[in-house]
């Protein structure tokens, strides 16, 4: 497993974050909002010493924006890495997250990641971002998506797929794992 700390990223609010489209493997820009929690994120991590830590970024437009103004002037080199890419939500990808809830009668967004036609869901998610911090080693940044961070800091916290609602989450954060136990980060904190 990832031996060393890790600082967790999720992209800043998108376009449709703000008009409740899922995305998934879709993706859309950044809002102005979006791009204050990058500057946010980067005040944070502005005063971590980041010496010998690697940054690892999602494909996805979304992540690859955010990691630009998060970590200007931080971190040298960027790497990208498709394993941190957002759960794949199928047919459903694009489609307006209320409408579906309603039709599916879903107990909440979590639900919509599982009985998406054609998504990946948890289980598959869990494998992947396994496989990821199988590999990883040394301390990293890591900007990536709602789901897949929440899933990656479930995993390093050794809680099981059933605890994913309780993960906490948000636009633009950044977490602090290390030695299985998780701080969300703020400024002047």
């Given at each position: 497993m990832?031996?060393?700390?890790?600082?967790?990223?999720?992209?800043?609010?998108t376009?449709?974050?703000?008009?409740?489209r899922?995305?998934?493997?879709?993706?859309?820009?950044l809002?102005?909002?979006?791009?204050?929690?990058a500057?946010?994120?980067?005040?944070?991590l502005?005063n971590l010493d980041l010496?010998?830590?690697r940054?690892?970024?999602?494909?996805q437009?979304?992540?690859?924006?955010?990691?630009?103004?998060a970590?200007?002037g931080?971190?040298?080199?960027?790497?990208?890495?498709d394993?941190?890419?957002?759960?794949?939500?199928?047919?459903?990808?694009?489609?307006?997250?209320?409408e579906l809830?309603?039709?599916?009668?879903?107990?909440?967004?979590?639900?919509?990641?599982?009985?998406?036609?054609?998504?990946e869901?948890?289980?598959?998610?869990?494998?992947?971002?396994?496989?990821?911090?199988?590999?990883?080693?040394?301390?990293?940044?890591l900007i990536?998506?709602?789901?897949?961070?929440?899933?990656?800091?479930?995993?390093?916290?050794?809680?099981?797929?059933?605890?994913?609602?309780?993960?906490?989450?948000?636009?633009?954060?950044?977490?602090h794992?290390?030695?299985g136990?998780?701080?969300?980060?703020?400024?002047?904190?």
């Amino acid at each position: 497993m990832a031996d060393g700390p890790l600082y967790i990223l999720r992209h800043g609010e998108t376009e449709w974050n703000a008009a409740g489209r899922l995305q998934g493997h879709y993706d859309s820009p950044l809002t102005a909002r979006g791009r204050a929690q990058a500057a946010e994120q980067r005040a944070i991590l502005s005063n971590l010493d980041l010496t010998g830590y690697r940054a690892i970024c999602s494909p996805q437009g979304r992540a690859q924006q955010t990691a630009r103004l998060a970590l200007e002037g931080l971190i040298a080199e960027m790497h990208q890495d498709d394993d941190l890419r957002e759960i794949g939500l199928g047919t459903w990808a694009g489609r307006n997250r209320a409408e579906l809830m309603a039709r599916c009668k879903a107990q909440d967004g979590f639900d919509l990641y599982e009985l998406a036609p054609e998504g990946e869901g948890f289980q598959r998610l869990h494998a992947r971002c396994s496989r990821f911090l199988e590999r990883l080693g040394g301390p990293a940044v890591l900007i990536t998506h709602g789901i897949t961070s929440r899933m990656l800091r479930l995993i390093l916290t050794q809680n099981p797929i059933s605890a994913l609602r309780e993960m906490p989450g948000g636009q633009g954060v950044v977490f602090h794992v290390e030695g299985g136990r998780q701080k969300r980060l703020k400024l002047g904190a």
